[in-house]
């Protein structure tokens, strides 16, 4: 089994509304990438994915960021940004 990996061509911060640009690397670069918040914390956690962009080939993408919601860090509920590589079978490898 082939690791993949999701690199960032810049820093882990970003305002609402920039791109976020990156490249996954690794072999058979067949799937996609996905970019979405989680709330986590007390009550239901909640998941939303907001941009989905297919990947292959040289394993580049380019998200826009949306406007909301801000990623917070509370006491009693945060919601936090990720991307994540899923494959050709739906299994999210990295994030």
Known sequence: ????????????AYLPG???TGRVE????????RL???TCGRGT????????QPVNG????????????YSVNGSLVSIEW?????????DALDH
């Open 1 to 12: 089994m082939s690791t993949r990996r999701i690199h960032l061509d810049a820093g882990p």
């Open 18 to 20: 920039e791109s976020v």
């Open 26 to 33: 690794g072999a058979r670069l067949l799937g996609e990438v």
């Open 36 to 38: 979405f918040w989680q």
């Open 45 to 52: 956690d909640e998941l939303a994915v907001v941009d989905v």
């Open 58 to 69: 040289d394993g580049r993408f380019a998200l826009k960021l949306p406007m909301s919601p």
């Open 82 to 90: 990720g991307i994540e590589w899923v494959d050709e079978q739906g």
